[in-house]
């Protein structure tokens, strides 16, 4: 199936909100039964959607809207002292690209990202059935890049989904005990650099929301694109 008009949509009912307070928030996604392909998938992410898992989704709230679909233009991105510092820190890293991370070894390292890092959040406690399903390969268009130290070390794994015109950053776990490299911001930053190296023009980053301070970060990466009416327009 290639053609949007065919896909069925359905919405969520109001429910409070994960990222601002005292806000009523509501997903649309697409019917779980329909088959998805990796293209259909390109063509969804450019209208702003995402995934979890094999769950395609979008913010559709009846009275705000706040979460702003966001990609970085790779190809004029510059980085700036701060971000130049945390290539720096992390030059000793090597990258290997697999096309899976059902191991114990990467399982273990989400575990303890989760347990550290998102004990509110809904993937506490974590559970290896839901990294495998959370994580797992969709439409054959996923990667994981996988950064280890010097000792071989697993320190990092971003997981990426390939598009026609980029690349998704669909989401990164990471040692939580090397604050000082500052990986979460190393992970997309590489990103960048790598889709840069293979011609693709965007880096996917999911939804920037400037009210909320885990998700206004994302506006550190220039220039970057929102998504308005339909429409991507760029901010430097």
């Not at 959040?121 to 495998?132: A, H, L, V």
């Not at 268009?141 to 070390?153: A, P």
């Not at 000082?180 to 911001?185: A, D, E, I, T």
């Not at 909320?212 to 991507?232: E, I, N, T």
């Amino acid at each position: 199936m290639t053609d949007l008009s065919e896909l069925r949509f359905f919405q969520t009912a109001a429910h409070d909100c994960g990222y601002l307070a005292d806000k009523q928030a509501s997903n649309i996604f697409v019917d779980p039964q329909q088959q998805l392909s990796g293209s259909l998938y390109s063509t969804l992410s450019a209208f702003g959607f995402r995934r979890s898992g094999q769950h395609v989704y979008k913010p559709r709230c009846a009275s705000c809207q706040a979460c702003q679909p966001m990609r970085v233009l790779t190809e004029l991105f510059t980085a700036n002292r701060s971000q130049r510092r945390c290539m720096k820190r992390n030059e000793d890293l090597s990258c290997e690209l697999r096309r899976d991370i059902d191991t114990d070894e990467h399982y273990e390292l989400y575990a303890r990202y989760i347990q550290a890092r998102h004990r509110d959040g809904e993937m506490y406690p974590p559970k290896r059935d839901q990294f495998q399903e959370f994580l797992a390969d969709a439409w054959g268009i996923t990667r994981y890049l996988c950064f280890r130290d010097q000792q071989q070390k697993l320190l990092s794994v971003a997981v990426i989904d390939l598009l026609s015109d980029g690349i998704s950053a669909m989401y990164s776990f990471f040692d939580p005990d090397e604050d000082k490299r500052s990986l979460g911001s190393f992970n997309v930053l590489f990103q960048i650099l790598w889709a840069r190296q293979h011609q693709l023009p965007h880096l996917y980053l999911g939804y920037l929301i400037k009210e909320c301070r885990k998700m206004a970060y994302k506006a550190q990466y220039r220039p970057y694109q929102l998504l308005h009416d339909g429409h991507w327009r760029s901010y430097d």
